[in-house]
């Protein structure tokens, strides 16, 4: 059974672009959730998406968007990136919801310069 | 909401040795608490989780312990072996709803051969 799959791998962006990551659940699982991880503020939550809906957000500004497509599939966007923003960026699907056992993927390297 | 405290931060031990990581949460609706392993440029992987209707729960050398009266839980490691050596990381939750993971901060362990 694959595992989570996030791409791109790495991405190298400049500040004010904007940059689109994808996450491919586990297949069957309907719920993916996405994650921001730096060293100083460790795991922070972003969003989740159940079939097809955000249903709960984290506390990141406007910028950070997301949506979930028909097959379960999920996208998050980041525009305007800030020096901020480099991160390593981790989805994770579960079947239901996010208090069940939750599988990540190997994530997004994002390098804001 | 809910606030996710682990300690410590960096722990080393001898291989054959124990490891115990401690955290606390805030909440008390959270129901549902998984551990993580994070090896080096890899996305956290689960290890073991527990509900809140139990107290301890085993699997080969992993074990968590929960008490909810105290709001703490803990992960106990026993008979270390290098391959242990990775950031580990609590969790809460809410189970069956769309309440966001809280992470801890992380414990880095070293086993030392």
């Known amino acids: 059974k694959a595992g989570v799959t996030q791409t791109p791998r790495y991405l190298i962006k400049t500040r004010g672009q904007q940059v689109t990551l994808s996450c491919s659940p586990i297949?069957?699982?309907?719920?993916v959730s996405w994650y921001q991880q730096t060293p100083g503020q460790g795991l922070q939550f972003l969003f989740e998406?159940?079939?097809?809906?955000?249903?709960n957000k984290g506390n990141f500004p406007g910028r950070f968007s997301g949506r979930q497509f028909s097959n379960s599939r999920s996208e998050m966007n980041v525009s305007t990136l800030e020096l901020g923003d480099s991160a390593l960026y981790l989805c994770?699907?579960?079947?239901?919801?996010?208090?069940?056992?939750?599988?990540f993927g190997q994530g997004t390297r994002l390098t804001v310069v | 909401g809910e606030n996710v405290e682990q300690h410590p931060s960096t722990l080393s031990v001898q291989e054959g040795d124990s490891a115990v990581i401690k955290c606390t949460y805030s909440?008390?609706?959270?129901?549902?608490f998984p551990w993580y392993k994070q090896e080096l440029g890899k996305g956290p992987q689960l290890i073991i989780d527990?509900?809140?209707?139990?107290g301890e729960k085993k699997d080969q050398r992993i074990a968590v312990t929960l008490n909810k009266t105290a709001k703490h839980f803990s992960l106990h490691i026993t008979e270390t072996q290098p391959e242990d050596s990775a950031v580990y990381f609590c969790?809460?939750?809410?189970?069956?709803?769309?309440?966001?993971?809280?992470f801890g901060t992380g414990t880095k362990l070293q086993v030392i051969p």
């Open positions: 994770a699907s579960s079947m239901r919801n996010s208090g069940t056992e939750a599988f």
């Open positions: 297949s069957g699982h309907r719920s």
């Open positions: 998406y159940f079939s097809e809906t955000q249903r």
């Open positions: 909440d008390s609706a959270s129901n549902y």
């Open positions: 527990i509900r809140s209707n139990v």
């Open positions: 969790a809460a939750s809410m189970a069956g709803g769309y309440q966001k993971v809280t």
